[in-house]
Each structure stands twice: as C-alpha cells, then as structure tokens.
C-alpha cells in the first residue's frame, strides 16, 4: 500500500550554514524526520544548498544565499512522488542556476540534476567546480564508516566484483571512471555504512567522466562530493547546461542489505522504463545460430533465409523465445571479407544488405511476429568509421581525435540529433524492429576534449550526453513498448541516468560464457542493479545457472548434434519460473575478497516478499575442497517453520526460521556443482 506522507529518514533537519564551502552540514541520528522536510530544509531562502561550484573564481558559499531564490513546488503524483524546481539568480551577471529535484516519500529517496543558464546577453563568468552533491553528514557516533561499492568493467572475471573501503579521518577516497564511458572501471553505485544503524546508498547519473569523493570528518560524520570530473567553461548568451544526477537513499538497521534491497525495488518501482504504466520485463532472448565458420564474425554471413530457417528451427523444438535478437554484421559491407571487412570496421554504413536480406530486415520481423517474438536489432551509431557511408557523406557532423579511425557522431549538434533520430526512428519502424540495442566500443573523452573551444573544457561532453539522453527518451516515446539494451564494450556505460532509460542485456565482454565469471556479475551486480541480463552457451546445470538473472540470451548452437534440445528446454524452463526471484531481494550467502578465484563456493538467497517464497543458489567450483559450507539466511520469521526442496532430487525437508538463521549446511558431492532449494513458510 501506497503511503499518503512522506516516509521517514534518519537524517536530522537541523542544518547548519557550514563555516567552509557552504555544504550543507546534516545530522543523523538524533531524531527521525520526513524526507520532504528534509528537502524544505536543504532547498529554501537563507540556507547554503547541498551543492557548491565557483563562479568567476569565487566558492558558491559566499554568494548564493544572497541571490535571489524562488521555488516552485509541485504536488504529490499518484505514487506520493514530489518535483520541486529551486532557483537562484545573480541579477548582476544573469546566471540562473535551477534544481531539479523529485523525492520519493515510499522509498526514502530524494534525486536532483541542476541546470546553470546565462540570461545576459554577454558571456558569463567561468563556471567550475560544479559538485552536485556537497555535503558533511554527522552521524550518532564514532564508529567505524564503511563504503561498499564494485568494480567497473574491464571485459574481466573480476567486473563487478564487491569491494568496501574504511573511511579514515584525512584519507579521502576518490572514484572516477576511465575512458569517458560512465562505468568503464568503476561503477558509480554505493552504500554508505556508518556502522551505527543507518546509512545512505549514493548513484551518480552521468554517462560520461564523474567523480565521487568520500571521507570520514573529524566531525564523527562523512564528507560526500561528487559532479562532472571537468568542466570549467563561460556561458553564451541564453546558454543553459545541465550536470549530472545524484541519487540519495536513505535507511535504517544493522544489515546493510536493507539499504540494497530498498535500493533494489527502488530502481524497478520508480526508475525502470514503463511499458504500459509497469515497470519493463527484459527478455528471455536467443540468436541466430551464433558462431559462423571463419572469415565470419557475429552476423556478417547471415541471410534472409537463413535467419527465417533459425526461428522455424526454434519454432520446431518448442524453444520460441520472447525476443530474437539480431547482433553486428547484418549492413552493407561487412560481409566483404575478401576486402578485410568485417562487423566492427564498417560500422557507420547503416543500410541493410539487400544482397542478402532482399526487402531489408522485414520479412525477417515478419517470420519473428509470427512466432510470436519480438525484434531486437543490434547498432553502434555513434562510432563512425572514417571511410563508411556515414563518414564521407555526413563529415559536418563528425567529431574527429588524434589517432582514430573512427569519427564520434556529434549528437551535440541540434541538427545532426534530429536527423539522427528521425534516421534510426524510420530505420525501426520500415523494418519491423520493436527493440533497439546499442553499443559503443570506443573512448570517447578524447573527443571532447580534443574539440572543446579555448575556455569550454566540458562544453562537448555536456552535449553529447544531453543528445544521447534526447536520443533514447525520442526512441521510448516514438516506440512506447519498446526497451532500449544498453551495451558499451559490454557493460560499460552504467549509470543512474542510463538505467532510467534501458538495461545491459550483455553486461560484459568477459569471455563468453565462461560461468565464474558469470557467477561473480551477477553475485556483485545484484547489491545494486537487479535488471541485467548475460549470455549462456551451455545447458550443463553448472554453466546455465551461472547465468541466471532477470533476463538472458541463448546462445545455443542448434544445429549441433552434440546438443540436446530438451536440455535446452530444461533449461529455458527453470529460467523462466526462476526469473521472478531475481527482481526482489537479494541477500549474498558466502562473502570472499575476491570472488573469482576457482577454489570456493558461491551462494546466495533470493526472497520474494511478494509471495514469502525463496530460493537459494549455490556453486562449488572446480578447485574446491570442501563438500559442504554452511550459510545464514536472511528475511525469515525465527518461529515459522519453512519447507526446502532440492529442485534437482524433489525431495523436501524441513527447518524453523531460527534454525535457517544460525545455519544452513549445503551439500554438493561433486566439484563443479550446483544447488538450488527452493523454500517457503508452511501454514501453521
């Protein structure tokens, strides 16, 4: 049930005009208050905003409160959800700075963007130091502060694996990623735990280069920064920018899961593309044979016929999936292996190969409608190849880097954004393509650098992030039902912003279907991001789980004798009566430094509060010596008595919740083996 008030945080809104940088200083612990109140406190006349940034050389704090402020407040929406716009206005320069700020009173959640506008009609001053988020919190105690966060992507095992760091007094702990892709080595997700019952999980909504700064202050609290890493730029008359989101939640209790879970639900409840007013389902998915004989790569030997022949296929062993998906290589010129072609050095040459799929991808769409699928069509439109269709006949709208052979598409430019998304839009809809997917395998930050004007450093990041956000919020609203797959090298653009609007279907580049690394992804992903998806190859239970989630790709080789097809069917039924556990909580079993390595088990619980039912998943890998570990499980009743059953045996036993609590013995003869229980409370 919905709340009608604002829910209830653990920040005090006793604030206080901080005497350096004007951040705004919060106290926890010392009474609970509204989130709503807390944001009245932050955001209003006289007090110093939890954002700071210079303007002309000058810290913000020993201006903004003299500007002049005014709030347009806006009314509770159906779910309890507030948008309130705060701004300030230097009359004597004309810089405007607006936030846009929402909170979320069910979720104890409060997320803003701020916009800076130039109304003069001269340049402004240099703006700098923009730090979205600036603020020193005091917490209820001396104790211990710990950030739990997780790898980036490097195309590795160890992508998303969990680290945590102890904040120290005088020891600042920085975050940022690499590359101009927002996730590409670091991942901007965290959870702030103060170790005294509370604590806040911070995201950065930038698809570009952020920062995030942590510290523990010698004021028993946490210093938190974080923006855009560069920007130092004037603004041209009637120039408006944005910057990037942040993203605070707030919780209570001594398991810092509950500020995951929440978290959790809160990214599908509330952040998660809609499709007819619910959250999106990402799909169960399957290729087209994937793996041609070399020269070929990805798709670039695939034709009309023998797509169509696939789904018949598919369609023959009862395997129809909820999406087919159709990956690199289906456009002109990258089947020309005799001239080195292939999928990734003719990207920019966006036109089907009618030599072979005559009358474009539709009759490909049509055979897959009729199936009763959907259609996903893989592109990479902002890499340009230099000697592609693209880049010869559209170079006005190119950014070009040292070193490349690429161009990156200017979506900075008006122009060139609306043709772009005219082009792609009529592209979707002649062919019959429902959802979009796509990639972005380069660096990008080399670009924007390179091309930024003397005294604009930032200038053309700026853009093309607010044209690639434009992009895909054009795509959603033009094509209501579809999703967006949000691939960069993998799982490498990430972010709070991203995933509002799409899910990584492929979430990493790591060795294809390789299960450790697999186990580990999901294992790190699921504190933060419960709507991912990966591939699988195999159909051995060790392989397949290692691979479970909320949404996945076969990539089974049908055609291959060495294959069973009721295997594959096996597993795409356990896939799919499993699924629904993965969109709710999530609570890790086994808890390593490195969660890579082949010599341990990897467990975990999944709990649907919905229903009272669980399940627990569990690997022992190769090199492991032990038969048996014993694990602590979490959201159980101590007095209910809960029936677990083996999904592979059928057989079933029995324990209390107390008992699951303090120990729960796994047992797996075999190394390379897997478990599943499934588990729910009996009826007294």
Not at 54 to 76: A, C, E, L, M
Not at 236 to 261: A, Q
Not at 340 to 348: D, S
Request: proline share 5%; glycine share 8%.
């Amino acid at each position: 049930m919905k709340k009608n008030i604002a829910a209830w945080v653990m920040l005090c809104l006793v604030c206080f005009a901080a005497p350096a940088y004007g951040q705004a200083l919060s106290r926890f612990g010392k009474k609970e208050v509204k989130v709503g109140d807390w944001v009245d406190q932050q955001f209003r006349k006289g007090s110093t905003p939890p954002f700071s940034f210079r303007y002309n050389g000058d810290h913000s704090s020993s201006f903004i409160v003299k500007w002049q402020f005014t709030t347009k407040k806006g009314s509770p929406d159906v779910q309890g959800v507030v948008n309130n716009l705060y701004s300030w206005q230097d009359r004597k320069t004309g810089l405007n700075v607006t936030c846009d700020l929402k909170y979320y009173p069910e979720h104890e959640a409060v997320e803003w963007v701020l916009y800076f506008t130039n109304i003069a009609e001269v340049n402004s001053p240099s703006v700098t130091e923009v730090k979205v988020v600036d603020v020193d919190w005091r917490y209820g105690g001396d104790s211990d502060m710990v950030l739990h966060y997780a790898n980036g992507s490097t195309a590795s095992r160890g992508d998303f694996n969990p680290r945590n760091q102890l904040l120290r007094v005088g020891e600042p702990f920085e975050i940022s990623p690499m590359n101009g892709r927002s996730s590409d080595h670091a991942f901007p997700f965290f959870n702030i735990d103060s170790k005294t019952g509370q604590g806040a999980m911070v995201a950065v909504g930038w698809t570009g280069t952020w920062y995030a700064r942590f510290e523990k202050n010698e004021q028993k609290g946490l210093s938190l920064q974080a923006g855009m890493k560069e920007l130092d730029t004037y603004l041209l008359p009637n120039e408006t920018i944005r910057t990037p989101s942040i993203c605070l939640l707030f919780w209570k209790g001594d398991d810092r899961m509950t500020g995951h879970n929440t978290f959790r639900r809160f990214m599908i409840e509330e952040q998660a593309p809609k499709i007819n007013g619910k959250p999106a389902v990402y799909p169960v998915s399957t290729s087209f044979n994937y793996g041609d004989p070399a020269p070929c790569n990805e798709y670039t030997c695939l034709t009309t016929d023998y797509a169509i022949a696939m789904i018949n296929r598919y369609k023959r062993f009862n395997l129809v999936p909820e999406v087919f998906w159709l990956d690199a290589g289906w456009y002109i010129h990258a089947d020309e292996v005799e001239n080195q072609k292939n999928w990734g050095n003719t990207v920019g040459n966006w036109e089907v190969d009618q030599d072979r799929f005559p009358g474009g991808l539709k009759p490909v769409s049509d055979a897959i409608h009729k199936a009763g699928a959907k259609f996903m069509v893989w592109f990479e439109p902002e890499r340009v190849i230099k000697e592609s269709k693209w880049g010869r006949e559209r170079k006005e709208w190119m950014l070009d880097a040292q070193g490349t052979d690429a161009y990156l598409f200017d979506l900075g430019n008006k122009e060139a954004l609306q043709w772009f998304c005219t082009y792609m839009g009529d592209f979707m809809e002649e062919n019959g393509i429902d959802h979009y997917r796509q990639d972005f395998n380069m660096r990008i930050d080399n670009f924007w650098r390179e091309n930024d004007a003397p005294g604009r450093m930032g200038i053309r990041e700026i853009r093309h992030i607010e044209g690639l956000y434009a992009f895909w919020d054009y795509l959603l609203q033009r094509f209501p039902e579809a999703i967006i797959d949000n691939c960069a090298s993998g799982g490498r653009r990430l972010d709070f912003e991203t995933m509002k609007r799409s899910a990584p279907m492929w979430r990493t580049d790591y060795s294809y279907g390789e299960p450790i690394g697999y186990q580990t992804h999901t294992y790190g992903l699921s504190f933060f991001l419960p709507l991912t998806g990966t591939g699988v190859q195999k159909s051995d239970r060790f392989t397949f789980r290692s691979s479970l989630g909320t949404s996945v790709i076969f990539n089974w080789k049908i055609t291959d004798p060495a294959s069973s097809f009721t295997e594959m069917q096996r597993c795409f039924k356990e896939f799919m009566e499993l699924r629904p556990y993965y969109y709710e909580d999530y609570y890790p079993l086994t808890s390593y430094d490195d969660m890579t390595t082949d010599d341990i088990w990897l467990a975990y619980q999944l709990y649907r509060p919905s229903d009272e039912t669980g399940v627990v998943v569990a690997f022992r890998r190769e090199l492991s010596t032990s038969e048996t570990i014993t694990v602590k499980m979490s959201a159980l009743l101590p007095e209910a008595t809960y029936r677990l059953t083996d999904r592979d045996s059928g057989e079933s036993f029995y324990r209390t919740g107390e008992a699951l609590r303090n120990g729960l013995t796994l047992k797996l003869e075999q190394p390379r083996s897997s478990l599943i229980y499934h588990y729910e409370r009996v009826a007294e």
